[in-house]
Nanobody
Framework: QVQLMESGGGSVQTGGSLRLSCAAS????????VAWFHQPAGKEREGVAA????????YYVDSVKGRFTISQDNAENTVYLQMSSLKPEDTGTYYC??????????????????????WGQGTQVTVSS
């Protein structure tokens, strides 16, 4: 059974940093699109960053460009999200998602949940002012 396990969440002050990890088991990430989604309390889940691992192409939503960096470690079968200059609006649950192939679908885009077959359970990030 495919499992994605997020870790690295926590509580930080504005301007702080965190590194989230998404480790996969029973599934090889190396040929996949892997994304990080952010879901604030009471709101929809939206993509903030994605990577197509074979080519290394990355995607970011405008609000995190220059602050977040997505990367992969194929040997560890893990994808990371380095988050810096954190803001209170970054607060929420962060989910890792993966799907075989490129980060594009005829019926969805990389920042929407519809294209991803596999999901983790999420990790909480709280940024206080």
């Amino acid at each position: 059974q495919v499992q994605l396990m997020e870790s690295g969440g926590g509580s930080v002050q504005t301007g702080g940093s965190l590194r989230l990890s998404c480790a996969a088991s029973e599934y090889t990430l190396s040929q996949s699109c892997v994304a990080w989604f952010h879901q604030p309390a009471g709101k929809e889940r939206e993509g903030v960053a994605a990577i197509y691992i074979p080519g290394g192409t990355t995607y970011y939503v405008d609000s995190v460009k220059g602050r977040f960096t997505i990367s992969q470690d194929n040997a560890e079968n893990t994808v990371y999200l380095q988050m810096s200059s954190l803001k209170p609006e970054d607060t929420g649950t962060y989910y890792c998602a993966a799907d075989p192939g490129p980060c594009s679908w005829a019926y969805s885009t990389w920042d929407k949940t519809k294209g991803y077959a596999h999901w983790g359970q999420g990790t909480q990030v709280t940024v206080s002012s």
